[in-house]
T-cell receptor, first 114, second 109 residues
Framework: IAGITQAPTSQILAAGRRMTLRCTQDMRHNAMYWYRQDLGLGLRLIHYSNTAGTTGKGEVPDGYSVSRANTDDFPLTLASAVPSQTSVYFC?????????????FGPGTRLTVL | GQNIDQPTEMTATEGAIVQINCTYQTSGFNGLFWYQQHAGEAPTFLSYNVLDGLEEKGRFSSFLSRSKGYSYLLLKELQMKDSASYLCAALDSNYQLIWGAGTKLIIKP
C-alpha cells in the first residue's frame, strides 16, 4: 500500500441498508478525515479524527458514524442509508505537523442510494 | 460565519496565463491551500501559503494577502492537462480546512 486506499470504489445501495466505507493509510499520519463532495457544493467534512482513539463531528455528521481503533484505519458507517447520502466520499489524512497540515486524499468512493 | 469564495468557472487558451482568485473569511487563519482535481479523481495538493507573498513552483504560483483575506493561483504556459477544478481551502484556528466550491478551468486549443 502506498498512501491512502478506499473501498469500495463504487457502490449502489438500497435505502435503509447499512454500509461501511473503508479507508486505510500507510503514512503513519495522526489525523484522518471523511468528506463528501456534491456538485456545486465543494468538499464538506463529515467526521474527523485527530489521533487514534478520538473522533469529532464535522459540518455534516448526521446519519454517519466513524471509529478510529488504530492509526491506519478510519471506517465510515451509514447506519441506514437515505437517497440524500448519494455522493462521492473522500477519505484524507494529514500529519498534523503545525508548520503545515497538508491533507492527502484517497481515490474516493462513489455511492448511490436508491 | 466561515466562507470561501472563488469563481465557478473560467476559460483560457493553451499557452496563456490564467489567475484564479479566492477570498476567505475564517475563524482564525493558519494557512491557505490550493488543490487540483481532475474530473472523477481525488484532489491533489498544489500549494500552501501562510505568509504574505508569492510562492512559485514551476508553472504554478500562489499568492497570499492575509490583511485582505485574498489569495490567487497563477498558472503559466497553460497545457490541455491543466483542465481541472482548482480548490481553495483555508485552515482555521481549529486546524480544520474550510473549502471553496472550486473553480472549473477549461483550456481551449
Amino acid at each position: 500500500i502506498a498512501g491512502i486506499t478506499q473501498a469500495p470504489t463504487s457502490q449502489i445501495l438500497a435505502a435503509g441498508r447499512r454500509m461501511t466505507l473503508r479507508c486505510t493509510q500507510d503514512m503513519r499520519h495522526n489525523a484522518m478525515y471523511w468528506y463528501r463532495q456534491d456538485l456545486g457544493l465543494g468538499l464538506r467534512l463529515i467526521h474527523y479524527s485527530n489521533t487514534a482513539g478520538t473522533t469529532g463531528k464535522g459540518e455534516v455528521p448526521d446519519g454517519y458514524s466513524v471509529s478510529r481503533a488504530n492509526t491506519d484505519d478510519f471506517p465510515l458507517t451509514l447506519a441506514s442509508a437515505v437517497p440524500s447520502q448519494t455522493s462521492v466520499y473522500f477519505c484524507a489524512s494529514s500529519s498534523r505537523d503545525r508548520d503545515t497540515d497538508t491533507q492527502y486524499f484517497g481515490p474516493g468512493t462513489r455511492l448511490t442510494v436508491l | 460565519g466561515q466562507n470561501i469564495d472563488q469563481p465557478t468557472e473560467m476559460t483560457a487558451t493553451e499557452g496563456a496565463i490564467v489567475q484564479i482568485n479566492c477570498t476567505y473569511q475564517t475563524s482564525g487563519f493558519n494557512g491557505l491551500f490550493w488543490y487540483q482535481q481532475h474530473a472523477g479523481e481525488a484532489p491533489t495538493f498544489l500549494s500552501y501559503n501562510v505568509l504574505d507573498g508569492l510562492e512559485e513552483k514551476g508553472r504554478f504560483s500562489s499568492f497570499l494577502s492575509r490583511s485582505k483575506g485574498y489569495s490567487y493561483l497563477l498558472l503559466k504556459e497553460l497545457q490541455m492537462k491543466d483542465s481541472a477544478s482548482y480548490l481553495c481551502a483555508a485552515l482555521d484556528s481549529n486546524y480544520q480546512l474550510i473549502w471553496g466550491a472550486g473553480t472549473k478551468l477549461i483550456i481551449k486549443p
